[in-house]
């Protein structure tokens, strides 16, 4: 198998990230909810891999909220910090891990939401489409870093910058980005990041994080509710990081991976050159068409397109018959496929990881 679908799930996993579930599996118990050494090394699990996230992302390990995917950490931050009758911006590029909640806060009359603009050949027009929508009224923006349909990335420090309010926040999905670009939370002027840690970073499905500004006090209103270890008398949620947002029993195999994935990981080297070298090929092919691809812009890998005469998801099943590995339709975001032009097709994504080669990319080619 050819894998070229990294945007879902990066993969393969390294034998270290299934020798460290392995070995949580025999050695771990439940974190904090007791007094014994299966229970303190499981605590010692969970903290390992907030410091490792904490150091990758630029912020404190208190502030790193142990999730089971980006879309959980989407939710409690959305669902945590929108204004309550107040005003909520996003894009035209949204998954609906992010489009949903916020279609819920507004279907209950909690909040009202605008959508802005993006520009997929001038970063400049969408600062502004961005700096309009917000204007003085907006309280929250909740955006992606960068699309997962056409591997786009936003100018989001730059659209941060051009609000000068104290009392405005921002959520970045980087479902697309961690793991693929460098992340630091203040430098990308966000208050809170989400990440999934399967995809770019290479741990485990089933983990991933809500992660804050180091110097920002946020006050989050709860999703969830239920056991968190410590405070048991009394019968809210902690008001304190991380425990306000982890209810339950945390997926400690899981993040017994992502820490291991996390120790071993190093920004891709070769992912931007392979990347250039399929655009370009791609685009050399007269019966294949390229869709939300504008070299002035930024990307991470992944490359969207059509082959003309057929249905995307078909195509899709085809290559597979062939032993590649890519994904048709319309990703989970068909507002992003609106926004490019294939709202009404979808397409072929085809998304490079670190194990990726050039023979990779020419068995792709050929089976085209």
């Known amino acids: 198998m050819i894998y070229l679908d990294n945007a879902a799930t990066g993969f393969p996993k390294s034998p270290g990230v299934w020798e460290a579930m392995k070995k949580a599996l025999l050695e771990c118990g439940n974190p904090s909810r007791g007094s014994h050494s299966l229970s303190k090394n499981a605590d010692e699990v969970l903290y390992r891999c907030r410091v490792l996230l904490a150091k990758q992302f630029g912020t404190l390990p208190e502030k790193v909220v142990l999730t089971k995917n980006a879309t959980e950490a989407l939710n409690l931050a959305v669902k945590g910090l929108a204004p309550k009758g107040g005003e909520v911006v996003t894009s035209d590029l949204?998954?609906?891990?992010?489009?949903?909640?916020?279609?819920?806060?507004?279907?209950?009359?909690?909040?009202?939401l605008k959508q802005f603009r993006t520009s997929l050949s001038d970063d400049g027009v969408t600062v502004e489409n961005f700096r309009t929508a917000v204007g003085s009224t907006a309280g929250l923006a909740v955006v992606t870093?960068?699309?997962?349909?056409?591997g786009r990335i936003l100018p989001l420090k730059a659209m941060r910058e051009a609000v000068d309010r104290k009392d405005f926040l921002m959520i970045a999905d980087c479902s697309q980005t961690a793991g693929h670009i460098p992340i630091d939370i203040t430098e990308l002027g966000a208050d809170v990041i989400c990440i999934p840690g399967h995809k770019g970073l290479y741990g485990p499905m089933g983990t991933g994080a809500l992660i804050c500004h180091p110097t920002r006090e946020l006050v989050f209103r709860t999703l969830i509710e239920g056991g968190s270890g410590v405070h048991s008398r009394s019968l809210f949620m902690p008001e304190e990081?991380?425990?306000?947002?982890?209810?339950g029993t945390p997926n400690v195999y899981g993040f017994a991976g992502l820490a291991a994935a996390l120790s071993e990981f190093s920004l891709p080297q070769k992912e931007n050159a392979l990347f250039g070298e399929l655009e370009k090929a791609m685009r050399e092919k007269q019966n294949v068409r390229i869709h939300g691809y504008h070299k002035s812009g930024r990307y991470v890998p992944v490359l969207l397109f059509n082959k003309q005469g057929f249905d995307c998801e078909v195509l899709a099943e085809r290559l597979a018959e062939k032993g590649i590995a890519v994904r048709g339709g319309l990703h989970c975001a068909p507002a992003a496929h609106r926004t490019i032009g294939t709202g009404?097709?979808?397409?072929?994504?085809?998304?490079?990881?670190?194990?990726?080669?050039?023979?990779?990319?020419?068995?792709?080619?050929?089976?085209?």
């Open 241 to 247: 990081l991380p425990e306000r947002l982890e209810a």
């Open 94 to 112: 949204e998954h609906n891990a992010v489009l949903r909640p916020l279609h819920a806060l507004r279907a209950a009359r909690e909040i009202t």
């Open 344 to 368: 009404a097709m979808g397409g072929v994504r085809v998304s490079l990881g670190r194990a990726n080669t050039a023979l990779h990319l020419e068995a792709l080619l050929e089976a085209l």
């Open 145 to 150: 870093h960068a699309s997962n349909v056409c």
